[in-house]
């Protein structure tokens, strides 16, 4: 038999008890049968320290317990073909000798053995959990198909340019077969879907059958009966789609299943990020994997594509894959580190990135046919983890990458390997200079970021004319029910979003401590460090007039080196006067029962801006005014390590609500900073702290030191870098017993966020782009330069570029040039 890798390992979960003698495989191989072999068979293999078996040979076993699994399967085979059999076969095996012993055996083993064997062979994988969110149950067809009556009323449907009939919506079209009626669908709590329109029809007339508006496929189409109240096949679906003139073969399928009046508009933005009509190397080998598409998880593959192409995170995982290995805890799949280093060694050791055999080209090129090479790997095993218990993540629906990558930073930090920690490269540090306009007083505050956020100067666009026109013939077309014209897209100045990004901002309600009174306030920020790794991320998605939102379709020509050292921060200047340090006073109200009300409604002034930006990310509007209320208006980036630590609560979309006493209705209401009787700091606040960056110690110093004002205590740490770590062994051995990596961790000794500051000039080396309109729906492609040459990372397939979308790219990363 031939011997290939399968990047599966730790699909079984540990039973708990006596269990633990046995480790879940790590990083199982398969052995593949020769061509022409038509019987799979699974083996399942594993090895446990225990007195010799009888019959085995060689000395005593290893101490180590190690676990392996092997799946016998043909690689390049459709495994839901009904053409083949098959058969399980489950072994133990037992190292260094490899002697092999059938499953069950009880006459052999040990009891103990025998049910560990029982309880590895019975656990679901998260394959399996995650088959019933995938299942699709075959349609039945509807009862009304055959004996369905259409009106002659003349309707016909033009391929595009739709709208619903009674409210002008353009997504999530029924059309209504038996009158042709073209109306929206029901509203989904994502915000997309439409007014439920189609419904009042059938309520109202009884025309039973609708079919969705760009699902028409030479194949079929999308049918919904009401009157069944599920979807439904129609086999006479060609006939009644010709009754309104639309000819089913002349159909085009849509690409990666998105409504056709979704991606019209955008035809072209697809076919340039992707590269489409132009004949793409593939590529092979280590670092040329690519990554299985789940089901609307291209950001995740997008953004490990760009992490595992950093020399830190390959030397903090990959390189110490085996020690990780070593100390990782009895059930692997619930450990970051691990999964990290698996998914790490699958991209970069070229096991499953192999070219076909020569003889597998010239029998394709005999017969004519080109069957495409099941190369990559499937990360559902750390999908599965690294999403557990996020309410977005969890789900199959599409993401926002940039959303993803602060939360892969965010369980970076927290879980930490070696005495190196690989997201110090993204980090640094951000000055805010915020002036009173009245007093011309200042404050300067810093505060940690990872990311770089540029806004679209839309007003900039050097093609306006060019705009104006395509958006007058747009709107002719829509009249006249035609197809739109080409698309026009915005091209906007690079240098002028770097300048919309340094200009000052307004600060609404801004209570000045020089005035002791509101007054008008401008912030702008500059960079205290320029971290190693710069990720620039371009705010194309807002909202609109109507709060729904959208993408701004732009073309931005960034540049391939990158010189931000004008941004670098200065502090304060000479002739510049601080503002006095003094908090808003507390309005105290004649009533006794009301001064806590009036001093919590008093600090109910929310940053509506920060606001926004965590709502442009899509999490709910109620959540964002939670955490920048909570976070006293420290900015987004501090309310978003807040959504983050406290999205399980169940009242996390809940409005905010203050009771009589001030006492806020929610779990999170420690994170205001009110003094308990032992002023031990609130977690919530330690945990924001410590997100940035900072060591708990510190964290629960400062908060003591300033009486629990999260924002004082910041400043506190900013200015005691030199303050000696104070001795807190309780709070060490917690941390130590909750780290599942606590063998290989080493002391850092470093009291403030560690900075890896240098030179403002960066190098592009890769960028990830989006395609679609919005952050929930659509499609990602990663663009990554190596040896010289831009490579293209499409799920799986994995090929040379020959034109770089560098202008329509989402997130961007750069690297320092050395000085």
């Keep these: 038999m031939q011997r290939a890798a399968l990047f599966r390992g730790g699909d079984a979960q540990m039973a708990a008890g006596d269990l633990g003698e046995l480790l879940v495989p790590y990083m199982p191989t398969i052995r593949v049968p020769k061509s022409g072999d038509r019987v799979y068979k699974t083996e399942c293999a594993f090895s446990y320290d225990s007195p010799k078996v009888p019959g085995a040979s060689g000395g005593a076993l290893p101490k180590r317990r190690n676990a392996k699994l092997f799946l016998d399967l043909e690689t390049n085979s459709d495994l839901n073909s009904e053409d083949f059999e098959y058969e399980d076969e489950a072994k133990l095996v037992i190292f260094p000798d490899h002697y092999e012993i059938s499953l069950p055996n009880i006459e052999e083993l040990p009891a103990l053995v025998t049910i560990a064997c029982d309880a590895l062979l019975s656990a679901k994988s998260p394959y399996r959990k995650q088959e019933s969110d995938s299942w699709e149950e075959e349609l039945q067809a509807s009862k009304h198909a055959k004996t369905l009556v259409q009106l002659d009323n003349g309707v016909r449907i033009p391929p595009s340019g739709w709208k619903c009939s009674k409210c002008d919506l353009r997504e999530n079209l029924w059309l209504n077969l038996t009158d042709g009626s073209v109306l929206c669908g029901k509203w989904f709590f994502d915000g997309s879907g439409g007014n439920g329109h189609a419904m009042e029809h059938y309520k109202e007339t009884g025309y039973p059958l609708a079919v969705k508006l760009g699902t028409i496929t030479p194949d079929g189409a999308d049918v919904y009966s009401f009157d069944e109240e599920e979807p439904v096949l129609d086999p006479h679906i060609a006939k009644h789609l010709a009754h309104f003139g639309i000819d089913m073969l002349q159909m085009q399928v849509t690409e990666n299943g998105l409504r056709d009046n979704d991606i019209k508009p955008r035809v072209s933005e697809w076919e340039v990020i992707q590269e489409a009509g132009v004949k793409l190397k593939p590529m092979y080998g280590p670092g040329y994997t690519g990554i299985k598409n789940l089901g609307n998880s291209c950001y995740l593959n997008a953004v490990m594509q760009a992490i595992f192409s950093i020399p830190e995170f390959q030397r903090a995982y990959v390189g110490n894959l085996p020690r990780i290995f070593d100390y990782s805890p009895l059930d692997p799949t619930q450990d970051f580190n691990t999964q990290m280093a698996k998914l790490g060694h699958g991209l970069l050791s070229g096991q499953y990135s192999k070219p076909p055999m020569k003889s597998e080209l010239i029998e394709q090129v005999m017969k004519e046919e080109h069957k495409p090479q099941r190369n990559g790997i499937?990360?559902?095993?750390?999908?599965?983890?690294?999403?557990?218990?996020?309410?977005?993540?969890?789900?199959?629906?599409?993401?926002?990458?940039?959303?993803?990558?602060?939360?892969?930073?965010?369980?970076?930090?927290?879980?930490?390997?070696?005495?190196?920690?690989?997201?110090?490269?993204?980090?640094?540090?951000?000055?805010?200079?915020?002036?009173?306009?009245?007093?011309?007083?200042?404050?300067?505050?810093?505060?940690?970021?990872?990311?770089?956020?540029?806004?679209?100067?839309?007003?900039?666009?050097?093609?306006?004319?060019?705009?104006?026109?395509?958006?007058?013939?747009?709107?002719?077309?829509?009249?006249?029910?035609?197809?739109?014209?080409?698309?026009?897209?915005?091209?906007?100045?690079?240098?002028?979003?770097?300048?919309?990004?340094?200009?000052?901002?307004?600060v609404e309600d801004f209570w000045s401590s020089a005035l002791q009174a509101k007054s008008a306030g401008v912030k702008t920020s500059r960079f205290a460090s320029f971290p190693e790794y710069l990720v620039v991320q371009i705010k194309k998605f807002t909202f609109g007039l109507d709060w729904i939102p959208k993408k701004l379709d732009v073309s931005i020509d960034m540049p391939d080196f990158l010189d931000i050292s004008h941004l670098r921060a200065r502090g304060l200047q000479p002739g510049e006067e601080e503002l006095p340090d003094i908090a808003p006073p507390i309005v105290i109200p004649d009533d006794p029962k009301d001064r806590m009300t009036n001093h919590f409604m008093e600090s109910l002034d929310i940053d509506e801006s920060s606001v926004m930006q965590l709502a442009e990310m899509g999490f709910p509007l109620e959540a964002c005014r939670k955490a920048v209320y909570y976070t006293g208006n420290l900015g987004a980036e501090v309310a978003f390590n807040w959504i983050i630590a406290h999205m399980e609560e169940p009242d996390f979309a809940e409005p905010l609500v203050v009771s009589a006493f001030g006492e806020v209705a929610s779990s999170g209401a420690a994170a205001l900073g009110a003094v308990g009787l032992d002023n031990q700091p609130p977690e919530e606040m330690v945990a924001i702290i410590i997100s940035m960056g900072f060591q708990r110690n510190l964290a629960i110093q400062a908060l003591k030191a300033t009486n629990n004002n999260l924002e004082r205590a910041l400043e506190w740490i900013f200015n005691h870098p030199d303050l000696e770590e104070e001795s807190e062994p309780a709070l060490d051995t917690m941390d130590m017993e909750n780290n599942a990596n606590a063998n290989i961790l080493a002391d850092t000794g470093s009291e403030g966020p560690r900075i890896k500051d240098g030179p403002g000039r960066y190098e592009l080396f890769g960028f990830i782009s989006h395609m679609g309109t919005s952050t929930m729906s659509g499609h990602y492609v990663c663009h990554l330069k190596k040896e010289g040459r831009w490579v293209i990372y499409n799920d799986l397939r994995v090929c040379a570029s020959e034109r770089p979308p560098k202008d329509l790219g989402y997130i961007y990363f750069y690297h320092r040039i050395p000085s």
């Design 378 to 506: 499937s990360p559902r095993m750390f999908k599965a983890f690294i999403s557990k218990g996020h309410p977005e993540f969890s789900s199959n629906r599409q993401q926002d990458a940039q959303e993803f990558f602060l939360h892969l930073i965010n369980l970076v930090e927290r879980n930490p390997v070696g005495s190196e920690n690989p997201s110090d490269v993204f980090r640094f540090l951000v000055e805010e200079r915020t002036q009173c306009c009245q007093s011309r007083k200042v404050r300067y505050t810093e505060r940690v970021d990872y990311i770089m956020q540029l806004p679209v100067a839309m007003e900039a666009a050097t093609n306006k004319d060019e705009l104006i026109a395509y958006e007058l013939k747009r709107r002719e077309a829509e009249a006249a029910r035609r197809p739109p014209p080409e698309l026009v897209r915005a091209k906007i100045p690079f240098s002028a979003c770097l300048q919309a990004f340094s200009e000052p901002s307004n």
